[in-house]
């Protein structure tokens, strides 16, 4: 992790989850998981929710993050994990990127460097074998993203019903549309009233911002400044309606 | 006029652009698919944002998908963006306002990636066709070649053996220049070999492996 970029209390707490996770995962059939223990808290959850992005994004990003540079240094400790990479011969493409990013540490690319020697041996076993080049498949990145996302989305659904954490969740950028969707498959009532009519103000207010930055690129109003969230409104749209 | 043609003019334009691309690093179809997304997208974002038909598509398929989204914010025209996201957010709030959220589901691909899988099959194709040609085996020799995926669909693709075999073969010796260069960089991080120099090629190894395996995004 970089500097001014440390793990807090629930990060930690959710990374070493996920790593004594990572056997039940290859013996689990999906749909069958059991009841997870819970690692955020509500205070936790409250802090996740000031930052200015999706709160499930910030979940999954720095959970995934702080995996991956405990991984990197310790994989060989993670016996289960290091097998199930080279299974699936590597991580996929998406995830690649949080390793391409881990290995700008120099001491994390060492650990790059021995997982995808490996790697790149097993490409080339399975090509003399077979006569033919495998497939990047079942990234095991990529399962513990969908455990960690329907753990932040279902803590955030069941803290909806919450009275007190709505007035946090109505001051926050709330969340981004994929997650919404999923979110709003879980409510139904008042918390799906509250969710739904919340984000229509939320999109109010990035509706206003977009209508101001299209306008101030008028030749007529040029002149007139932007403001920050202004100038930020094409990519905060795109940013809401994909994921962070 | 036709007794006179040379071969090299019944190639097609696919055909010089990947001759050309192989003197890039990386997967060359990786690198040519990048600059057919990036030459989409512009187009789309300079002629197109208020094209009625292109408006109904992006607002079915919610915009970009999010490795086209993430281009889009890297090069696009934030105009344009704001015009299009404008749209697409508007929809979103009239079917919240009706409280469905049926319609907040992706009803079509994202268009960008249509349009990349047309190119992603001529670029395949061309290279199918040309697999015998010495000036284009010439440059896939000489190349880092192609990515895991690409060259996966190309293995499937090629009926002949010995050009199967030989794409095979390049792609080894490939394999084991990274894989030397790996553990050349992993020995001079030891105590012992610390004063021996880093290569720029073992310097970039890891890079080199994770674009083979997963290719260049876009």
Not at chain 2, 77 to 94: E, K, M, T
Request: proline share 3%; charged share 30%; hydrophobic share 35%.
């Amino acid at each position: 992790m970089p500097a001014g970029n440390r793990l807090s209390g629930w990060e930690e707490q959710l990374i070493h989850g996920l790593i004594a996770l990572i056997p039940r995962l290859s013996e689990e059939p999906k749909g069958e998981r059991k009841e997870r223990q819970k690692f955020v808290g509500y205070d936790d959850l409250l802090k996740v929710l000031r930052e200015p992005e999706c709160p499930a994004c910030f979940i999954v990003r720095r959970s995934l993050q702080g995996f991956l540079s405990v991984a990197l240094l310790e994989e060989l400790a993670v016996p289960e994990f290091r097998e199930r990479l080279r299974m699936s011969f590597g991580y996929c493409r998406q995830h690649s990127e949080y390793v391409r990013v881990a290995s700008r540490n120099w001491l994390r690319k060492m650990g790059v460097a021995i997982v995808y020697e490996d790697l790149l041996g097993r490409v080339q076993d399975y090509m003399k074998k077979y006569h033919a080049v495998p497939v990047v498949s079942d990234c095991p990145l990529c399962g513990l993203q969908e455990e960690v996302e329907s753990y932040a989305v279902q803590i955030i659904a069941d803290y909806c019903n919450d009275s007190e954490f709505q007035d946090h969740y109505e001051a926050s950028s709330g969340v981004c549309l994929p997650h919404l969707r999923d979110i709003l498959k879980l409510l139904n009532g008042e918390a799906r009233r509250f969710v739904m009519k919340s984000h229509v103000g939320k999109l109010e207010i990035r509706l206003g911002h977009l209508q101001e930055f299209i306008r101030k690129h008028d030749y007529r109003f040029t002149h007139e400044k932007m403001t920050e969230q202004e100038a930020a409104s094409p990519r905060n749209a795109v940013r809401f309606v994909v994921g962070s | 006029m036709t007794v006179a043609r040379s071969h090299r003019q019944e190639k097609s334009s696919p055909y010089f652009e990947l001759l050309e691309s192989f003197k890039l690093k990386g997967c060359p179809v990786c690198a040519l698919l990048a600059k057919t997304v990036q030459g989409y997208l512009a187009n789309l974002l300079y002629e197109n944002v208020n094209d009625a038909g292109v408006r109904l598509h992006l607002r079915q398929s919610l915009g970009f998908c999010r490795d086209h989204a993430s281009t889009l914010m890297k090069n696009g025209d934030p105009l344009g963006i704001a015009i299009i996201y404008l749209d697409i957010l508007q929809n979103v709030h009239h079917e919240l306002s009706k409280e469905n959220s049926e319609s907040l589901s992706l009803r079509l691909e994202c268009p960008t990636c249509t349009y990349r899988r047309q190119f992603e099959r001529t670029y395949l194709e061309v290279l199918a066709d040309y697999l015998h040609d010495k000036e284009l085996e010439r440059a896939l020799d000489d190349s880092e070649g192609l990515c895991l995926d690409h060259l996966r669909q190309l293995v499937d693709h090629v009926q002949d053996d010995s050009a199967k075999n030989n794409l095979l073969s390049i792609h080894e010796r490939g394999l084991d220049t990274t894989r030397k260069n790996l553990s050349e960089f992993v020995r001079k991080q030891g105590v012992r070999f610390r004063n021996e120099i880093v290569s720029p090629a073992e310097e970039a190894a890891c890079q080199r492996a994770i674009d083979f395996l997963v290719g260049k995004s876009n």
